[in-house]
């Protein structure tokens, strides 16, 4: 009883992060905002809702795209908003993979991308970031010339950056798309979204999930040229963003003071929480997002994981041989939580067998 596609039929389901509804526990699996978004969302969604929900949404979502052109200085046909930056990558996808095309990733990064590929059946080109300080291989990923090349930027799991010197000479070398996720961005030093006025072939994707807040909504945005975005169009559901997400995003994108406010306190915890991993004899990655990659002494990161599961506190283990092994990846919370992970931590340390 095959009724899908061969392709379809053999590749495993995207694995979404534990979300465990109704339980009081620290999350810090999926990282999450800590904060809640701008109140403005409140007034957003009283605004003549009742009204306009009779009717569909604006197809193009064409306020909250000006208003992100205003925020990042381009026109609003440089803008296409989605149904999150998921609701990008398999537009993406579905435009420009298929059998006979490739699409290549550093890996490790966010299982989405290999996700779409499989769906579309094309080719994989798996490139393995540097064992050590998890950097991108740009040379390698300039080799496997690919029809789509997904880079995260800030990467995760790992946290780490490629400057936009590295992502320039990319883009520069490669005759297919560079899609740049720039879901991290809000904590991170740069942006590269500069380089799709340089470069016909690169797309930057943003969501407003993470330094936002609002990761229930589902809204984020691809920036690239005109010509691109317009074949993009083209796979996109009709009315992918709801009159409710784009109220609420235009004015979560109008009070930037309070989305780089918690960006600055998330940054100042995410130091203090790596000094105290550090300080309890873990390896910590360099991070410009809200999580840090963890290496746990002695390579016991799975039971941390589990003893920190016991204590209603949720982090995210990887165990990926040869990519990302025995590895925690630990959203940066509030103060309050951050305090909880590390009693956790030092409990089941004292409890150990
Ligand atoms: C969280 C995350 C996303 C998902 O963003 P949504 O807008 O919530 O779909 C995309 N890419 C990366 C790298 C992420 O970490």
Same mark, same amino acid.
């Given at each position: 009883?095959?009724?899908?596609?061969?392709?379809?039929?053999?590749?495993?389901?995207?694995?979404?992060?534990? +979300?465990?509804?109704?339980?009081?526990?620290?999350?810090?699996?999926?990282?999450?905002?800590?904060?809640?978004?701008?109140?403005?969302?409140?007034?957003?969604?009283?605004?003549?809702?009742?009204?306009?929900?009779?009717?569909?949404?604006?197809?193009?979502?064409?306020?909250?795209?000006?208003?992100?052109?205003?925020?990042?200085?381009?026109?609003?046909?440089?803008?296409?908003?989605?149904?999150?930056?998921?609701?990008?990558?398999?537009?993406?996808?579905?435009? *420009?993979?298929?059998?006979?095309?490739?699409?290549? +990733?550093?890996?490790?990064?966010?299982?989405?991308?290999?996700?779409?590929? +499989?769906?579309?059946?094309?080719?994989?080109?798996?490139?393995?970031?540097?064992?050590?300080?998890?950097?991108?291989?740009?040379?390698?990923?300039?080799?496997?010339?690919?029809?789509?090349?997904?880079?995260?930027?800030?990467?995760?799991?790992?946290?780490?950056?490629?400057?936009?010197?590295?992502?320039?000479?990319?883009? *520069?070398?490669?005759?297919?798309?560079?899609?740049?996720?720039?879901?991290?961005?809000?904590?991170?030093?740069? /942006?590269?979204?500069?380089?799709?006025?340089?470069?016909?072939?690169?797309?930057?994707?943003?969501?407003?999930?993470?330094?936002?807040?609002?990761?229930?909504?589902?809204?984020?945005?691809?920036?690239? +040229?005109?010509?691109?975005?317009?074949?993009?169009?083209?796979?996109?559901?009709?009315?992918?963003?709801? /009159?409710?997400?784009?109220?609420?995003?235009?004015?979560?994108?109008?009070?930037?003071?309070?989305?780089?406010?918690?960006?600055?306190?998330?940054?100042?915890?995410?130091?203090?929480?790596?000094?105290?991993? /550090?300080?309890?004899g873990c390896?910590?990655?360099?991070?410009?997002?809200?999580?840090?990659?963890?290496a746990v002494p002695g390579g016991k990161a799975e039971p941390v994981?589990?003893?920190?599961?016991?204590?209603?506190?949720?982090?995210?283990?990887?165990?990926?041989?040869?990519?990302?092994?025995d590895?925690?990846?630990?959203?940066?919370?509030?103060?309050?939580?951050?305090?909880?992970?590390?009693?956790?931590?030092?409990?089941?340390k004292?409890?150990r067998?």
């Amino acid at each position: 009883m095959n009724y899908m596609k061969p392709n379809i039929e053999a590749m495993d389901a995207y694995v979404p992060g534990e +979300q465990m509804p109704g339980r009081e526990v620290v999350k810090l699996n999926t990282n999450e905002n800590p904060y809640p978004p701008t109140s403005a969302v409140i007034d957003a969604m009283r605004h003549e809702l009742l009204g306009q929900l009779r009717v569909y949404p604006d197809p193009r979502a064409g306020r909250f795209c000006e208003a992100v052109g205003n925020l990042l200085g381009f026109e609003p046909d440089w803008v296409l908003a989605a149904n999150g930056s998921d609701n990008l990558i398999v537009m993406i996808a579905r435009a *420009a993979l298929g059998p006979g095309r490739r699409m290549a +990733q550093p890996v490790p990064t966010f299982p989405y991308y290999d996700t779409q590929a +499989q769906v579309e059946d094309a080719e994989l080109i798996n490139v393995p970031c540097d064992p050590e300080t998890f950097a991108l291989d740009i040379d390698a990923l300039q080799a496997a010339d690919a029809d789509v090349t997904f880079v995260a930027n800030p990467n995760s799991p790992t946290g780490i950056t490629a400057s936009n010197d590295d992502l320039r000479r990319l883009a *520069a070398g490669l005759r297919g798309l560079l899609v740049i996720d720039e879901a991290y961005v809000d904590f991170a030093k740069d /942006t590269a979204v500069s380089l799709t006025r340089e470069f016909d072939n690169v797309i930057v994707l943003r969501t407003l999930s993470k330094g936002y807040s609002l990761a229930g909504l589902r809204l984020g945005y691809a920036v690239a +040229q005109p010509a691109i975005l317009r074949q993009l169009w083209k796979t996109k559901e009709i009315y992918n963003v709801t /009159t409710l997400s784009q109220e609420i995003g235009l004015a979560a994108i109008r009070d930037q003071d309070h989305k780089n406010a918690n960006a600055e306190k998330i940054k100042a915890d995410r130091a203090k929480l790596a000094e105290a991993l /550090t300080q309890r004899g873990c390896r910590v990655w360099p991070s410009q997002t809200n999580f840090l990659m963890v290496a746990v002494p002695g390579g016991k990161a799975e039971p941390v994981g589990e003893a920190l599961k016991a204590r209603d506190v949720l982090v995210r283990y990887f165990k990926q041989p040869a990519v990302m092994n025995d590895k925690l990846r630990i959203t940066v919370g509030s103060p309050e939580q951050n305090e909880k992970l590390l009693k956790a931590w030092d409990d089941a340390k004292a409890n150990r067998p």
